[in-house]
């Protein structure tokens, strides 16, 4: 079975700090990985999404995050961030029919 | 717009009511999702649609969980003999395909039993 961990619930941050946010995956079968935003009282929007290839993935909004096998990982940084980057960001692992999320961490930048 | 659209936003029901949701998706998309996603967690998902097939259903919790999707566009999820832990916010996603195709969300129903 696969499954998705976010380490951390709550991040706070001060305006242009760096800023990861982690995630370990565990799965036995190919993996797609995706990184969604959530602001409140609205749905998710996709950041960036891992599926092949090079595995350091950019997204929207500045961010990236590096794929990494060896530690079953797929961490979200960016460099500098936002007043407006206030929110709650999801990870997740994609199979054929359904996403499977984490429980999701809470980014506060604070001024 | 061109987003995934559900209705309505928001829905107070009382105990032992039934209700329905209500997902528009892209249009052209093929693979509708419903999700559930309580205060505070990720969303987990419910049910999977491709085209009108309901192919996958093993994430809903009860057999008053039902969704349908008769025309391969807009879907709904009813809910029978609600419950108070049925109170969540409802999420539909549609995406081109399955598999590594992201899917797109839409803003959710918040339901509330009392």
Excluded: M
């Excluded at chain 1, 599926?51 to 500098?80: C, D, M, W, Y």
């Excluded at chain 2, 549609?94 to 992201?102: A, D, E, I, K, M």
Aim: charged letters at 15%.
């Amino acid at each position: 079975a696969q499954s998705v961990t976010q380490l951390d619930s709550q991040v706070p941050v001060f305006e242009e700090a760096p800023v990861e946010l982690r995630c370990n995956y565990s799965s036995s079968v190919s993996v797609y990985l995706f990184w969604y935003v959530q602001y409140p009282n609205q749905g998710l929007q996709l950041l960036l999404k891992y599926l092949s290839g090079s595995t350091l993935v950019k997204g929207i909004n500045g961010f990236e995050a590096e794929f990494n096998k060896s530690q079953t990982s797929f961490h979200l940084r960016k460099p500098s961030v936002h007043i407006s980057d206030t929110a709650e960001y999801f990870c997740a692992f994609g199979s054929a029919r359904q996403l499977t999320f984490g429980s999701g961490t809470q980014l506060t930048v604070l001024p | 717009g061109a987003g995934v659209s559900q209705s309505p936003r928001y829905k107070v029901a009382k105990r032992g009511q039934d209700v329905a949701l209500r997902c528009d998706p892209i249009s052209g998309h093929v693979s509708l999702f419903w999700y559930q996603q309580a205060l505070g967690q990720g969303p987990e998902f419910l049910t999977y649609f491709q085209n009108e097939a309901q192919l996958d259903k093993s994430g809903l919790p009860s057999d008053r969980f039902f969704a349908e999707r008769p025309e391969g566009s807009v879907s709904t999820l009813k809910i029978q003999r609600t419950q108070q832990e049925d109170s969540a916010v409802y999420l539909c996603a549609s995406s081109l395909g399955q598999g590594n195709q992201p899917q797109h969300f839409g803003d959710g129903t918040r339901l509330s039993i009392l």
